[in-house]
């Protein structure tokens, strides 16, 4: 077993050690979510998570933010143990990040404004995301006034000009149409390649998964969800997501990691069948 002290520079960035997830049920009762998680992510790595619905996956996503603690084993970030929010950590969701009232630049520039960064710096850098993300012109807009694809390249800049260490992504271009989620997902990879964050990246779509990322994690169907599958994605890059799909080693890892997944699929929709 590798084992590794605090702080070295080699530590992962993302490291859940035997975490266990109960939430209890408003009948008292103890409901497992997640049971004995064992999952490293290295720096400026691309993991996606993929498994039936409700096993797990946002839940594991809100404990490497730091949104829930476990119930019992470890997150360590950069080997360190996460008390709190994780501060290196930036998420995307799949509903709108942007305030309706606040312009583009305004939105974009407030993460820095937050952390104490004058205006007239924050919003010299938020200009340069808002370029970097396809909006240029557009930094006066509201949010009302673009389009689906747009205001998701605003979360991305909203998130982005922190440079945070991680980037959390949950189901995060599911409300786009299928070009412009290609766009999106295209603009993510240049954007994450520039960078050296690790990203972590739930999605329903196992295609998206092995497109984007180096690694794919297939958990099983809940209660008391574990890893399934731990699979590389040796694809070459840089990537272009509607092309690779074409690509002969694409299609057989797709085909490796559905028969994991569909198999869990199956135990979900039978277990809810019968609830
Ligand atoms: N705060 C909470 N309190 C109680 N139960 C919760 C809480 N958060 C999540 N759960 C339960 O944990 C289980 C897993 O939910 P989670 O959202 O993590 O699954 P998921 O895999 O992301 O689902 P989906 O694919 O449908 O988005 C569900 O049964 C859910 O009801």
């Known amino acids: 077993m590798n084992q590794q002290s ?12 035997g975490v266990t997830k109960e939430f209890l049920k408003p009948s008292g009762e ?6 004995n998680i064992n999952l490293r992510v290295a720096k400026g790595e691309f993991c996606s998570i993929v498994g039936p619905t409700g096993c797990g996956k946002s839940t594991t996503l809100s404990l490497i933010a730091g949104f829930e603690a476990p119930s019992l084993g470890k997150v360590q970030i950069k080997g360190e143990k996460l008390e709190g929010i994780n501060s290196r950590a930036s998420c995307v969701f799949q509903t709108e990040n942007a305030f309706p009232w606040k312009t583009v ?18 919003f010299q850098e938020a200009r340069r995301w808002i370029e970097k993300v396809g909006l240029k012109g557009f930094e006066g ?18 998130c982005l000009i922190t440079q945070p260490e991680i980037l959390l992504m949950d189901e995060s271009f599911s409300a786009l149409d299928v070009h412009t989620r290609h766009l999106m997902e295209n603009e993510l990879l240049k954007i994450w390649e520039e960078t050296s964050a690790s990203v972590f990246f739930i999605t329903h779509d196992l295609e998206e998964a092995i497109a984007l990322s180096d690694r794919v994690i297939v958990l099983t169907a809940g ?27 694409f299609a057989e890892l797709h085909e490796q990691i559905w028969n994991d997944l569909r198999d869990e699929v ?6 809810a069948n019968n609830a």
């Open 223 to 249: 209660p008391a969800a574990t890893i399934k599958g731990d699979y590389r994605i040796n694809l070459e890059r840089p990537r272009n997501v509607a092309e690779i799909r074409f690509d002969k080693q």
């Open 105 to 122: 630049i305004d939105n974009v520039s407030l993460g820095l404004r937050l952390n104490g960064t004058s205006k007239n710096d924050a």
């Open 141 to 158: 807009h509201y949010p009302h006034q673009l389009s689906g694809g747009m205001r998701k390249r605003v979360a991305l800049a909203q």
């Open 266 to 271: 199956m135990v979900s929709y039978a277990s």
């Open 6 to 17: 605090p702080r070295l520079p080699d530590s992962p960035m993302i490291d859940l050690q």
């Open 30 to 35: 103890v409901h497992t979510v997640l049971r």
